[in-house]
């Protein structure tokens, strides 16, 4: 059955770098747009970053553009996130997640997406 199980969640200073990973199974990541959600105390859920199926493109959240990096490593079915130059704002419960149609376009909708993992926490304080 499909699973995604996120890892890599820390606490970091302001400034400092984390890479989280998202390993999934019972599907092939390259057919299906995958995408990292967030979600901080009191907030709801918000998208942060986002790759298409077969790597053809990215889009991310305007708070976290030119830091953040998502990619994909296919022979690992593996997505990973790298977070550079982080804020304590950035802190917050951070989830992957699977479209639900395969070879689809589309990033921000949490409603497209079918599975979701257990998430990781970033902590970000000094």
């Known amino acids: 059955q499909v699973q995604l199980v996120e890892s890599g969640g820390d606490l970091a200073q302001p400034g400092g770098s984390l890479t989280l990973s998202c390993a999934a199974s019972?599907?092939?990541?390259?057919?299906?747009?995958m995408a990292w959600f967030r979600q901080a105390p009191g907030k709801e859920r918000e998208f942060v970053a986002a790759?298409?199926?077969?790597?053809?493109?990215?889009f991310y959240a305007d708070s976290v553009k030119g830091r953040f990096t998502v990619s994909r490593y296919n022979a690992k079915n593996t997505v990973n996130l790298q977070m550079n130059s982080l804020k304590p704002q950035d802190t917050a419960l951070y989830y992957c997640?699977?479209?639900?149609?395969?070879?689809?376009?589309?990033?921000?909708?949490?409603?497209?997406?079918?599975?979701w993992g257990q998430g990781t926490q970033v902590t970000i304080s000094s």
């Open positions: 790759v298409n199926w077969g790597g053809i493109g990215t």
């Open positions: 019972g599907f092939t990541i390259n057919n299906y747009g």
């Open positions: 997640a699977k479209r639900k149609v395969p070879y689809s376009i589309g990033y921000s909708n949490k409603d497209e997406y079918d599975y």
